[in-house]
């Protein structure tokens, strides 16, 4: 069990969000918040989640574009030589 001290303000507002959030109560809310954080390794998603996953396929393209990049600057440096 954790406990913390929040003011009425605090708590009012997380009651607020929790309903936004449709959560069934403060408590709820709060254990989705820390099963976000420990789903996460150093600030970055964990390798599972889909924002992990594009970033991986983001990075890949962009290493795929600087390859053709080179491959066609190297085919008009040849041409170019013949």
């Given at each position: ?5 929040l ?34 390794q ?7 989640s ?15 574009e ?17």
């Amino acid at each position: 069990m954790i406990s913390l001290r929040l003011s009425d303000e605090e708590f009012r507002g997380l009651q607020a969000l929790s309903e936004c959030k449709g959560t069934r109560s403060v408590s709820d809310l709060i254990r989705l918040a820390i099963s976000r954080v420990n789903h996460t390794q150093n600030g970055h998603p964990a390798d599972h989640s889909l924002d992990h996953r594009f970033a991986l396929v983001t990075r890949r393209l962009d290493e795929i574009e600087n390859t053709l990049r080179q491959m066609t600057q190297a085919q008009g440096a040849t041409a170019s030589r013949d």
